[in-house]
C-alpha cells in the first residue's frame, strides 16, 4: 500500500514537473512588480506658548521611478509657538536605494513671552516675514541604504524661553544635482567678477574672483551696506553691523495665472544706533534693527535658458509680483522710536534701495542680466538646461555643521564715512561711484557729493566675516 502511494505521488511530481516546463517554454504572463519608491516625512515637534501639546507640523515627498514628482516642498512655518524637536525619516519603501539624499531644514527664532521686558516691536508692510525666515537653522540629511528606513531627529536648540517655528524645508537632493559652491578659485573669463561689482578683493590680491555664492552674497551685501550707511548719515545714524542672511529656499510671489517660481532667499540687516555728536538729532534712541529682505527667482524660459528676477533692486517681471519693499522692516524697543518715524524710515529705506544705482558688469549690462549670464554658465549650461520641474537649494556649505546656528552667511563691522575734496576730480558726475582697491585688500567707494566731482563721501568697507558660507544646489 506504501509503494503504491509512493508511485502515485511520483507520477503526480511528473506531470507537475511537465506543466512547469510547457509554461516556462510556452512563455506566461510576468508577476507584477511595483516600482522603486520611497516615501519621506518631515516633522517639527513643539509644545504651545503654555507647555501644551500640539499636533506636530509635518511635510512630506514621494519619489517613485521615473520621477515625476516635486523635488523641493516649502512651507512659510507651523503655528508651534514653542518648537522642542524636528525629525526626517522615510516612513516606506520599495526597491534599491536612490542616489540621492533628503534634506530638512527648519527656521526658528528666540522669542519673548508676554509680559517680558523690554517689549520688543516691529513695523513691516508684511509682519512676520522677516522673522519667519531669519534664525536658527536646524538641519537635518537622511539617505536610504539597502537594509532599513533611515531616520534622524534634532534638539539641540539654543536656551530661549519660546521658540516659534518658522519656515520649513524638504528637499530631494540627487548625488548628480549641479552646485555653486561657496567658494572657488578656477574659471574662465565670463565668470570673472569685477571688483566694481562685488565690491571685493581677494587676499592675498592678484588673484581671481569666480562667480560663485561669496561673490554673490559680496555684491548683495556690500553694495545695500554702503546705500544704507549713505542713508543713516543723512538721518544722523550710523550703522554698527551689516549682516546677510541666506533662506535655503523662497518661492516666488505669482502674477494672476502664473505659478510660483522657484528661488532662495536673501536678508539684510543692519543695526542702526543715532550719532553720537551729531548737530541733528536722530528720530530714535537706543539701537534699533533694520531688515530688508531680497529673493532671487528662476524663470525657465521656452528653450531651456534662464532668466532670473531679483526683488526688489531688479526690473519688474511679468510673471512675479515685486513683494520685498513692503517687507522691509524695524524692530525696535518699545519706547525707542514713533510708530510714525519707523514707518517713514521704512519708506525712506525702500526708495533708497528702488533708486540706488546698483553695479552692472562688464560693458554696463545691467545686474539681473550679468546675474543670468553667471547663472548660465556656471550652472545651466554645464548641466545641459533647465527641465521643466527644477528647484533651488540653498544648503550650509559644511554638512557637519553643529547645532542650530543662525543663517548668516556674511557680516561686515561699521563702514567709515569720510566727506573730503579728492586731489583730482573725479568722474561720472553727480551720485556717480568710483571703487579703489587699497592695500591688504581694503575697498573704498567714493561717491560723488557734486557735479563736478570736487567733492565726494568716501566709504571704507572692513573685511568681511563668514560666519556660515552656503552651496547652492539646481535641483534638476
Partial sequence: MERQSSATRLRFGMVALAALVAILLTGCTPIATLPPSIDVAGRVHGVSGTGQAVPDFVVSLRHTQPAAESRLVYRRGPSIQDVRRISLEATASNGLPFTEEWHFIHLSRVAQRPGDEPVLIEFSGEPGWVRAHVGNLAWLVIRKNDLSLPSDSFSNFPPASLRPGGATVLARVEDDDPILPWARTTCGPPEVMPLAVTLRTLAPPGGV?????QSLTSTLLNNIAVTVANAAKGSSADVTRHRMFIVPHVPSTPMAGQTPLPGIGFVYEATLVPTVGGTDVAPFTGSLTLSIPLTLHWLRSANGSLFDIL?????????ATMVNATRVTVHATDGTIAAAAAQSLRLAVSAAIA????????AGIPLSSFLDLLFTESLVRPSGGLPANFSLLAVPENQAVAGAPQNSAMTLGPIVITDTAPAAPLPGGLGARTVVAGAGGAVTVFLNLNAAGTLVRSFALPTPTEPLPFKLILLK
Fill in 209 to 213: 574672483d569666480c562667480f560663485d555664492m
Fill in 355 to 362: 533708486a540706488a544705482p546698483m553695479p552692472t558688469g562688464p
Fill in 311 to 319: 526683488d526688489p533692486v531688479g526690473p519688474a517681471s511679468p510673471h
